[in-house]
């Protein structure tokens, strides 16, 4: 089995968390989506959308983060072939959907500044231009991906998208604050595949310093976050990456590379 994938990548983080809590062996590729990896042409014929994360066993390739998940279950309950593993019920699956239809993706842009956020976007632009010349075979999927690059680049400016991004997280936030006050995870008593989708939210929002407003202002909330930080799965696929000094080398590193990559013009 093999997972593509990237820390940046919140539902990498989720699909790692369950391959992690569910004990299953996997063969990791990193592919950095900010670096424009994602966009080398191997990759692209693979998965046209360029989206992370991407499962393969065998000639079975998944890219849906819930289907992963649930196969990751499947996998789980036939590898230990016990009944003390138990596929998840109908209420966790509805708060995986739940969670899963907030979008971080303009939440999380407009907190990043603009001189990185520029010089980003016109680096994947050049990065897209320079696979189109080098597979005239994938022109076509290659030029919707930059079509789409300046779609969201045009959405980022709307106020109306950013506010309402920023109130579906509230909602979905509210809703989960209520439910913690009645148990101790999202769908009972016990950690699911619920938690496995959620704890990365939290972890974007901390990444981008927004935990005082988001969570700390949550009281069932910050006691979760803390809860479920301490989790092995949590420390080794998120923290390790963005736990307190990491998360400035862990930016770093990217920001050199395309800093120089574009001073080269190395595409």
Not at 49 to 57: D, G, R, S
């Amino acid at each position: 089995m093999q997972l593509y994938h990237h820390p940046y990548s919140m539902d990498s983080q989720k699909v790692r968390l369950a391959l992690e809590e569910k004990g299953i062996d996997y063969t990791s590729f990193h592919v950095n989506p900010v670096t424009g990896k994602n966009l080398r042409p191997s990759f692209f014929r693979r998965n046209p959308t360029a989206k992370l994360p991407v499962f393969q066993n065998g000639s079975h390739v998944i890219i849906d983060t819930i289907e992963i998940i649930q196969y990751i279950e499947r996998i789980a309950v036939v590898s230990v072939g016990s009944n003390s593993i138990a596929f998840s019920s109908d209420e966790v699956i509805q708060w995986m959907h739940k969670i899963q239809e907030w979008n971080p993706k303009f939440f999380t842009l407009s907190h990043v500044p603009e001189k990185y956020l520029q010089a980003v976007s016109k680096f994947l632009r050049r990065v897209l231009i320079a696979r189109m010349a080098e597979s005239p075979d994938l022109a076509s999927s290659y030029h919707r991906k930059l079509k789409e690059a300046y779609d969201n680049e045009e959405k980022l400016r709307d106020p109306d998208v950013v506010r309402r991004s920023k109130e579906h997280l509230i909602k979905l936030l509210n809703e989960i604050e209520d439910k913690l006050s009645e148990t101790s995870y999202i769908a009972g008593e016990e950690f699911s595949m619920a938690d496995v989708m959620f704890m990365p939210v939290l972890a974007r929002l901390a990444l981008l310093n927004l935990e005082d407003e988001y969570i700390n202002s949550r009281p069932n909330m910050a006691e979760y976050w803390s809860w479920v930080q301490q989790r092995p799965s949590y420390k080794k696929v998120i923290g390790r990456y963005f736990g307190g000094w990491r998360k400035y080398k862990t930016l770093a590193k990217t920001w050199c590379f395309i800093r120089l990559s574009s001073t080269l013009k190395k595409y």
